[in-house]
Antibody
Framework: EVQLVESGGGLVQPGGSLRLSCAAS????????MNWVRQAPGKGLEWVSY????????YYADSVKGRFTISRDNAKNSLYLQMNSLRAEDTAVYYC???????????????WGQGTLVTVSS | SSELTQDPAVSVALGQTVRITCQGD??????ASWYQQKPGQAPVLVIY???NRPSGIPDRFSGSSSGNTASLTITGAQAEDEADYYC????????????FGTGTKVTVL
């Protein structure tokens, strides 16, 4: 059974840092591309970042570029999101999501974790 | 950057059919995927590709696409289908950057 379990969320002051983790199991983690998606309270879903299966290719949403760093450790079956210079608008539930694809033109997130809440407030 | 637009809310009578639409330029190049999210829960993939359902998703869920518009149809809506629905696709840059739709709240009457 595929499982993604996030951890590391919590309350942090504006300007502070936090590192989120996502522990994967039930599939060959090193073969899959991974993403972080967030959802502010009462708001919609927002894609945050992507990392290729090897970790060599990375993309960020403009809203977090320069402040967040995605990484992975395939030996530990883990995905990470280092968040620096946090702002109130970064307050959200953060989900890790496995990426799937059928063919060129069809991409999707087939498994999601339960999410971890990050609250940025003084 | 790309945007995907959805109607904020729709309602459907129990057992009837409802269609949710998603509009955006990126849909001319990429298929949309669709996610169901119930309160306090993580999103769940319900449709991907041209019209594919993951294992466990009822066949009353179907997808279609034309031009810059993707649609999710629930045929014979059930009470448990009441949820928020989001579309998603890669953005028009062609890289692994994604955009979500604004979301549609489906109410089953």
């Amino acid at each position: 059974e595929v499982q993604l379990v996030e951890s590391g969320g919590g309350l942090v002051q504006p300007g502070g840092s936090l590192r989120l983790s996502c522990a994967a199991s039930g599939f060959t983690f090193s073969s899959y591309e991974m993403n972080w998606v967030r959802q502010a309270p009462g708001k919609g879903l927002e894609w945050v970042s992507y990392i290729s299966s090897s970790g060599s290719t990375i993309y960020y949403a403009d809203s977090v570029k320069g402040r967040f760093t995605i990484s992975r450790d395939n030996a530990k079956n883990s995905l990470y999101l280092q968040m620096n210079s946090l702002r109130a608008e970064d307050t959200a539930v953060y989900y890790c999501a496995r990426e799937g694809s059928l063919h060129s033109g069809s991409y999707f997130f087939d498994y999601w974790g339960q999410g971890t809440l990050v609250t940025v407030s003084s | 950057s790309s945007e995907l637009t959805q109607d904020p809310a729709v309602s459907v009578a129990l057992g009837q059919t409802v269609r949710i639409t998603c509009q955006g330029d990126s849909l001319r190049s990429y298929y949309a995927s669709w996610y169901q999210q119930k309160p306090g829960q993580a999103p769940v993939l319900v449709i991907y590709g041209k019209n594919n359902r993951p294992s466990g998703i009822p066949d009353r869920f179907s997808g279609s696409s034309s031009g810059n518009t993707a649609s999710l149809t629930i045929t014979g809506a059930q009470a448990e289908d009441e949820a928020d629905y989001y579309c998603n696709s890669r953005d028009s840059s062609g890289n692994h950057r994604y955009v979500f739709g604004t979301g549609t709240k489906v109410t089953v009457l």
